[in-house]
Antibody, heavy 123, light 110 residues
């Protein structure tokens, strides 16, 4: 059974960097079929896809236009995890952040979700 | 980037059917058969219910079905049960390697 376990701080100061990690069990970050996503949810913005990474002989990265200049998603094969870094945060980045697997049982099949991390951007 | 348009709320009695719409444009819903639907009970993470417009993952009841016409996708729940009460979100691929969610619909089982 695949599980995703998130970790990271729940409070980040404005202009600083939000960093979260997602540990994978039951699958591999280097899987040739899955993709690894970050999605956030807030009352004001709803659910918002942020980006993903996946391995197909090389590593690939896709990012949402809305955060493209500030985001980085990085796999760590030695720890079987992937991380999210979001730079220059503002209160608008306050949200619950989820790491999510796309199992590729079809197209865009977000089938396993982490437990969610509530991140507040405030001084 | 605007979210896909869903009705804020729908309701139905046990045993009835309800349909939730998700309207986008030819750049997302209308342009690709890549619409999925997610159920989110309060305080939990979303759960995949439908992918590629009308496919059900294993474990999802046959009461849940999906369809699409033009720029609008729909999720239909037949034989409503109390446990179906949740928020529902559509999700679509949008051109230029981007994805977008709907604003969400709260389903109330009366």
């Amino acid at each position: 059974q695949v599980q995703l376990q998130q970790s990271g701080p729940g409070l980040v100061k404005p202009s600083q960097t939000l960093s979260l990690t997602c540990d994978i069990s039951g699958d591999s970050v280097s899987s040739n079929s899955a993709a690894w996503n970050w999605i956030r949810q807030s009352p004001s913005r709803g659910l918002e896809w942020l980006g993903r990474t996946f391995y197909r002989s090389n590593w690939y990265y896709d990012y949402a236009v809305s955060v493209k200049s500030r985001i980085s998603i990085n796999p760590d094969t030695s720890k079987n995890q992937f991380s999210l870094q979001l730079n220059s945060v503002t209160p608008e980045d306050t949200a619950v952040y989820y790491c999510v697997r796309d199992a590729a049982i079809g197209l865009d099949t977000l089938d396993v979700w982490g437990q969610g991390t509530k991140v507040t951007v405030s001084s | 980037q605007s979210a896909l348009t869903q009705p804020p709320s729908v309701s139905g009695s046990p045993g009835q059917s309800v349909t939730i719409s998700c309207t986008g444009t030819s750049s997302d819903v209308g342009g690709y058969n890549r619409v999925s639907w997610y159920q989110q009970p309060p305080g939990t993470a979303p759960r995949l219910m439908i992918y590629e417009v009308s496919n059900r993952p294993s474990g999802v009841p046959h009461r849940f079905s999906g369809s699409k016409s033009g720029n609008t996708a729909s999720l239909t729940i037949s034989g409503l049960e109390a446990e179906d009460e949740a928020d529902y979100y559509c999700f679509s691929y949008r051109s230029n390697t981007d994805w977008v969610f709907g604003g969400g619909t709260k389903l109330t089982v009366l």
